[in-house]
């Protein structure tokens, strides 16, 4: 299984740090945020990677190469100065990740959720998109999906509304009616679900998206936390 990094965003609201840096490689807890999910998706065995980019993406490169310091090839796909929104990039990339499902993880979340769970699960008969949802964190109280009556189908108006975190599996299918140029990804989710065509999870772990200097410097202690929790329990057990 192949997996796709998005890393073409701007990251406004991260300025001034992303003013001349690129937010994936900002660092959190020791490292550069993107190389938290290069070193999951290798443990989890996905060794081929594509990372798309945009604002100062040229530095993106530079500093992670061909991947070949992580045990993992990676492959670039330049947007350019204009960033293709998720749904544009990701079929931009779609020549280089093949004809099987794929994940895909926001460049700008930070986890300790598994991809392996997701290799392991694969998508469910007829579902073209399979989404990790997370409870709704401060900044997005509302929430983007829910969970349709007694089925792990998902559905864009439903009582109780969950985020999406950034982290899915989908068939390449899911982008082929999407336009070339921006695209965000959002409507063809809805859309699909009409169709019941996206699963999903609920993920109660760590999660944050790392939109703001300040979400940068609590997910910089808490992400440190966690993994110092996880080696203690690996440990004992």
């Known amino acids: 299984m192949r997996a796709m990094i998005l890393a073409a965003g701007r990251g406004e609201r991260m300025r001034p740090l992303t003013d001349h840096f690129p937010k994936p490689l900002l660092p959190v807890a020791g490292k550069a945020l993107i190389v938290h999910h290069i070193e999951a998706l290798a443990a989890a065995g996905v060794l081929d990677i594509v990372i798309n980019h945009a604002w100062l993406g040229h530095l993106i490169e530079q500093q992670l190469g061909d991947g070949q310091q992580f045990g993992v090839r990676l492959l670039y796909s330049a947007e350019g100065a204009t ?34 769970t997701l290799l392991a699960q694969g998508l469910a008969q007829n579902a073209l998109a399979h989404l990790v949802l997370v409870p709704n964190p401060p900044q997005h109280p509302k929430g983007d999906f829910a969970f349709a009556a007694a089925s ?17 599996l989908y068939h390449p299918d899911f982008f082929k009616d999407v336009p070339d140029g921006p695209q965000k990804l959002a409507p063809f989710l809805r859309q699909a ?23 940068l410097q609590q997910a910089d202690l808490a992400f440190a936390a966690q993994q110092a929790m996880q ?4 440990h004992v057990g």
């Open 83 to 116: 960033a293709l929104e998720t749904a544009g990039g990701i079929k931009k990339a779609l020549p280089m990740l093949g004809t099987e499902p794929f994940i895909v993880i926001n460049g700008d979340v930070l986890s300790t959720f598994q991809p392996a």
């Open 152 to 168: 792990p189908w998902l559905c864009s108006n439903g009582i109780e509304q969950f985020t999406f975190s950034g982290i899915a």
């Open 193 to 215: 679900m009409m169709q019941q065509q996206v699963s999903g999870e609920l993920f109660s772990g760590y999660w944050a998206d790392i939109g703001t200097p300040e979400r």
């Open 231 to 234: 080696l203690r329990n690996n």
